[in-house]
């Protein structure tokens, strides 16, 4: 009760909230506090009405000033309906309204998986990847071979049962994903060693009938993705691969999207149904406080040969063989895919309460040039040359491969374009007025943080083209920072949750046990509805990361993990996850 004690200007120099969560507080007698209140201050029903106002008031979420064509509310405050917002009202993204949970992808949003496509396709190329195209349709019978497979698909699965008015009597499937409607053909195509390794990839679309929460990109029931399929000789040959791909995604998010992942392998429980293990890419949602999946890169093993019956025949064998049937050798297979979900975390990182916020290397558009300074005392032959050098200026960048478009539109004013801009995310404007022209020179503004720079007009090509790639440099190494200041390592078990409730991810000693794995869920979780604002369910492992802490290190037969009494192998990551 010491903190009742408090003189007059003590009192009434306490926040409004604090005063009013004094007295609301159930640890302490209110009898009291308004007792004390009653004497040390004279108007005591006014301040504990003012207190109780202020211990009340909601959190600002809209943005005063805000039109219908920007962003109302902070990203901070209703980040759901901020996500939203950005994605349609910088034309992105559309809702499809004959389907729920399908969307239509617009030209910004495309032309950034158009790049991540064209990167990964001639990368993937190097490795000796093929394109290719299979059927969207599979039948029941071939879907259900690999029961361990389609066992985590099944619920999700979208199933073609009417042609015209009639019932089909075998009902299809729309593809999950395509293992079982490929491989029946690997065993087809392979027949000795000598066609190792098969190397396959499908830029398509999947249906997979989610019946959570819809999100888009994050959580779509059609979503666009490559999927690639191989078959090895060896399973050396099959592990490199693996790490191989993983690394390719790695480049995808953070040299062309700017966005900071952790490498790693999944848990036994968390590895892809019926394959041998799974390499992970983990993002991270710094205003949710959730990991979200990036991409995956799959060893299949031996499995699906098996049930598939790939097979060749053992070279090591057939020179010994004097015409006896050579032995038969399954191959080794990996899967590994990518999908649009990369477009949403990239707007989750780097979108800001003006919209979109795009990296140089993905933008459709890298510099918007303006015309500014023009009023109604400017003459047409002035406003005709400013007019003139802005088109010399997009000419100049375009023709050294930057990405730039004029806006010389006259009904809208200077302010409203910037907007216009701003929110559709453009990395870089470039302002030009008659001052500008006497001086030779266009003021640039940067879209990540709004520092304004001038730049010689007889040296824009070499000073755009360094502001963007210092742009990019900028934003990953931004987001980078907040990823590493969220991943907290921890010993002990009292740090999980608050650790996780402060939205971070935690690296923690585990002894790798499914059983346990499932305990920590239970325990990290908050059993009460989930709120994008403060998530508030169990905690899941995300990876074991390749790159482990090294202070303190795990000491095996030492140290203990950090859930039950049994050793820690290595360090896991944990975390609240879409």
Known sequence: ????????????????????????????????????????????????????????????????????????????????????????????????????????????????????????????????????????????????????????????????????????????????????????????????????????????????????????????????????????????????EVRQILELYRQVYEDLLAVPVIKGVKSEKEKFAGGLYTTTIEGFIPTTGRGIQAATSHCLGQNFAKMFDIVVEDPSALASSEGKEAKKLHVWQNSWGLTTRSIGVMVMIHGDDKGLVLPPRVASIQVIVIPCGLTVKTSEEEKKRVEEKINDVVKELNSVGIKAKSDLRDTYTPGYKFNHWELRGVPLRLEIGPRDLTNNQTLSVRRDNGVKEPVPLDKLTTCVSDILNTIQKDMFERAKKVYDEHV?????????????????????????????????????????????????????????????????????????????DAFAKRYALFGRSY
């Open 1 to 240: 009760m010491a903190s009742i004690n408090l003189n007059v200007a003590r009192w009434t120099a306490l926040p409004l909230g604090v005063v009013y969560g004094l007295w609301h507080s159930n640890s302490l007698k209110k009898s009291a506090v308004k007792e004390r209140a009653a004497i040390k201050y004279r108007h005591k029903e006014e301040l504990i009405n003012k207190a109780k106002a202020a211990y009340y008031a909601p959190k600002k979420i809209h943005i005063e000033g805000a039109s219908q064509i920007g962003i109302e509310v902070r990203k901070d405050a209703d980040f759901s309906t901020w996500y939203t917002q950005v994605l349609k009202r910088s034309e992105m993204l559309e809702y499809y309204e004959e389907v729920s949970g399908c969307y239509i992808i617009r030209p910004l949003a495309y032309n950034i998986w158009h790049e991540i496509q064209s990167f990964f396709d001639s990368a993937i190329k190097k490795l000796g990847v093929e394109d290719t195209y299979f059927p969207m349709f599979v039948s029941q019978r071939q879907l259900e071979r690999e029961k361990n497979h389609i066992e985590g698909f099944a619920p999700e699965v979208a199933w073609v049962t009417k042609a015209g008015s009639s019932d089909m009597e075998n009902p299809i499937a729309i593809r999950p994903t395509s293992e079982t409607v490929m491989y029946p053909y690997f065993s087809k195509w392979i027949r000795t060693h000598r066609d190792l390794p098969l190397k396959l990839n499908q830029w398509c679309n999947v249906v997979r009938w989610e019946f959570k929460k819809p999100q888009p990109f994050i959580r779509t029931r059609e979503f666009l993705w490559q999927e690639g399929h191989t078959a090895h000789f060896t399973k050396e040959e099959a592990d490199t």
């Open 488 to 564: 907290k390592v921890i010993q002990k078990w009292d740090e999980f949750v608050p650790a996780l409730d402060g939205k971070n991810f935690v690296l923690v000693p585990w002894c790798e046990q499914e059983h346990c794995e499932d305990k920590i869920k239970e325990k990290s979780s908050r059993r009460q509805p989930e709120d994008d604002k403060a998530p508030s369910m169990g905690a899941k492992s995300l990876c074991i990361p390749f790159e482990q802490p090294t202070e303190p290190a795990i000491v095996p037969g030492e140290t203990k993990c950090i859930s039950c």
